[in-house]
């Protein structure tokens, strides 16, 4: 623990028994909420996700980070929080899956940073049941704190009688919310919607949500929980060298590709790098840039778009064949290759400067923790696609799984281009990443 004061500051942590009990629309709901408040609400958001944060940010009109201390690193999460902190008036962390699933997961998160739990939990077809899940939950580990029990989907105020009477005095149930569709928030194949293509429609679904929260005959969730100490990393900050000064690193940022961390940008900022952002479905050309990355994101729903931008495609091959670099990861991956075929079986032209083919395939995927070992240098990274590329060439190596022995995705590297199904998370390695974007990348 650092010698250095904490700063004090209000803070929860949502988790629940499983996914899907409805964990990102009460938190993105009690963020509005407070907002609408005058707080200033902060919202994070555990392990490898680029949708929630969006919905959240959107939510809140702060900036989501992630918080996973692997991927990240304990140290800088520890940082991140006390960064928050200091000028937020409630803390919230949106956790993953089950309470205690992955490695590490939202109780090991919670009880590093000293952070209050509460339970989220569909209670749909039960009752006193609910209360007894919760109860395990809460006392399985001696090492977190849980604050109480959010009953969401509950069917009545009898039925949340029925919870509230099951629960110990030292479990309360801080909010019973009733089954409102319109509060959910919509979905498709890897998740939920991109906030910016349904920007009006959540706006409408937020303040409808601040209102289901407002009908709840519990109060505990619509006052500030008590303020917890936050404390910065022991560490002294590291000394970032400006090994990218002087160059320009073009983004792809549109409908098509989204799938970007803000942290990622600011890494390569830090490194200084200046960051332009470009459309691969509606701009012309390419700015005049250094490097190019293309992130993850849905390629597969704009196939036709992309295959017709002839202009910005010849740009981008022109700019291969110079040798400088470029980061395709996951979607941007299937733009590089020859071909993509869309959810609906249609095939349409992509950029083919990597060999091969790419196509949906449905609820099959592949996701997970994975280190990128790559030529200059190991990244942390993960994956979460449901698609296949095949014909590739040889890859010059493959992601090593956190858990498990078997190689993960293929990495392929060519004249300045390097490809891969893998998400980067730049700020695990910055100098890697230097190099990734300069001269050095080229194999």
């Known amino acids: 623990m650092s010698t250095a004061p904490p700063i004090y500051c209000p803070a929860l942590f949502l988790t629940a028994p499983a996914s899907n009990q409805g964990k990102t629309t009460i938190t993105a709901a009690l963020a509005r909420y407070f907002t609408m408040q005058g707080k200033v609400v902060r919202v994070f958001k555990t392990g490898p996700d680029y949708l929630d944060p969006l919905i959240l940010a959107q939510a809140s009109g702060q900036p989501v980070e992630p918080l996973d201390m692997w991927m990240a690193g304990e140290e800088h999460c520890q940082n991140s929080l006390y960064e928050a902190a200091k000028t937020a008036d409630l803390i919230l962390v949106e956790g993953a899956m089950g309470m205690f699933d992955g490695e590490p997961s939202s109780a090991d998160l919670a009880a590093r940073f000293g952070i209050p739990l509460v339970i989220v939990m569909d209670v749909k077809g039960m009752a006193q049941t609910a209360a007894a899940i919760a109860h395990g939950l809460a006392t399985y580990r001696s090492d977190v704190m849980v604050a109480g029990v959010i009953a969401n989907r509950c069917g009545s105020e009898r039925h949340a009688q029925l919870i509230r009477d099951a629960l110990p005095k030292t479990l ?91 942290t990622n940008v600011m890494a390569l900022e830090s490194l ?28 597969e729903l704009h ?8 202009s ?132």
Request: some cysteine; aromatic content about 8%.
């Open 312 to 443: 910005i495609m010849q740009d981008i091959r022109h700019f291969y064949e110079s040798g400088k670099p470029i980061l395709s990861e996951c979607g941007g991956l299937l733009y590089s290759l020859d071909t993509l075929t869309d959810l609906e079986g249609d095939t349409f032209p992509m950029l083919g400067i990597l060999s091969g083919q790419g196509a949906m395939r449905g609820k099959r995927g592949c996701q997970g923790m994975q280190t990128a070992c790559l030529p200059q240098g190991e990244v942390r990274a993960h994956a979460h696609h449901r698609s296949r590329s095949d014909n590739t060439p040889d890859p010059i190596g493959y992601g090593r799984r956190q858990r498990h022995p078997a190689p993960g995705e293929p990495i392929f590297q060519e004249k300045g281009l390097t490809a891969s199904y893998l998400h980067l998370y730049f700020p695990s390695n910055l100098t890697a990443i230097a190099n990734l974007f300069s001269a050095a990348a080229k194999v």
């Open 303 to 310: 196939t036709q778009a992309l295959s017709e931008n002839l």
């Open 272 to 299: 200084g790098a200046r960051c332009v952002f470009f459309s691969p479905l509606k701009d012309a050309h390419l700015p005049d840039v250094d490097g190019l990355w293309f992130p993850g994101g849905y390629p």
């Open 172 to 262: 309360p149930l801080l909010s019973s919310l009733k089954r409102d569709d319109e509060v959910s928030l919509p979905e498709r194949h890897l998740g939920l919607v991109q906030a910016d293509e349904v920007k009006e429609e959540l706006e409408v679904r937020f303040n409808t949500a601040t209102q289901w929260l407002q009908n709840t005959q519990d109060i505990g969730l619509l006052t500030l929980p008590d303020a917890i100490p936050f404390y910065p990393a022991e560490t002294k900050p590291e000394i970032i060298e400006p090994l990218l000064a002087d160059k320009v690193i073009g983004i792809a940022k549109d409908a098509a590709f989204s799938f970007i961390y803000d």
